[in-house]
């Protein structure tokens, strides 16, 4: 069952620069760690159970030997300097989430696990659900179940003190070129 907005996915070229600048305009960010066998790592602006993860690549190679995914993350850095390219919802039984999708015959990729190494050692985990089978540029959200507890996780990634004064996300506005096509998907 869903529970609620997770995070929103900004993918950008060079994860310091970005830090940089999201710091300038007032948010308080922390690197987040490495993606294990992805080719990825990230840095978080956290708010509370809801964050906003700037994206990047640091292995380029690793990043498209992971699949679809990672292909799609690299092309989309490749042509542009990075924007939004995803947002999740969190569920509390991805299990039952995809077999509804299962059901309704909704492709769907997983649940499969992730994880992340966080600057401070401590290995983060989670599961994912993938309608489509890529969380990237897509009108609709991925879904994530995380193996720890939110109460822990917030011990490990503590809200910031943003002088911007934001609190947290208040929404994802979706734009899709033809209509038909993302209701279609």
């Known amino acids: 069952m869903i529970t609620r907005f997770d995070h929103a996915v900004i993918a950008v070229r060079d994860l310091d620069a970005a830090m940089a ?5 007032g948010f308080e960010v922390h690197p987040g760690g490495r993606h294990t066998g992805l ?35 690299v092309e989309f850095l490749d042509r542009r300097e990075g924007g939004l390219v995803g947002y999740a919802l969190a569920t509390s039984d991805i ?3 995809a077999q509804r ?18 600057p401070d050692g401590r290995l983060l985990s989670w599961r994912l659900l993938v309608p489509g089978g890529v969380p990237w540029l897509r009108p609709w959200p991925f879904l994530i179940q995380w193996d720890v507890p939110d109460d822990e996780r917030l ?12 609190i947290g996300v208040a929404g994802v506005a979706v734009a899709v070129a033809d209509l038909d096509w993302g209701i279609e998907l």
């Open 39 to 73: 080719g990825t790592y990230n840095a978080i602006i956290r708010f509370g159970l809801d964050y906003l993860e700037l994206l990047s690549v640091a292995d380029r190679e690793e990043a498209i030997a992971s699949g679809p995914s990672g292909r799609a993350l």
């Open 95 to 97: 299990e039952a989430d």
């Open 155 to 166: 011990s490990w990634e503590r809200p910031g003190t943003h002088a911007n004064g934001a």
């Open 101 to 118: 999708f299962r059901q309704t015959g909704l492709e769907a990729v997983g649940p499969f696990p992730m994880e992340r190494l966080r």
């Open 21 to 25: 600048r999201f710091r300038e305009l």
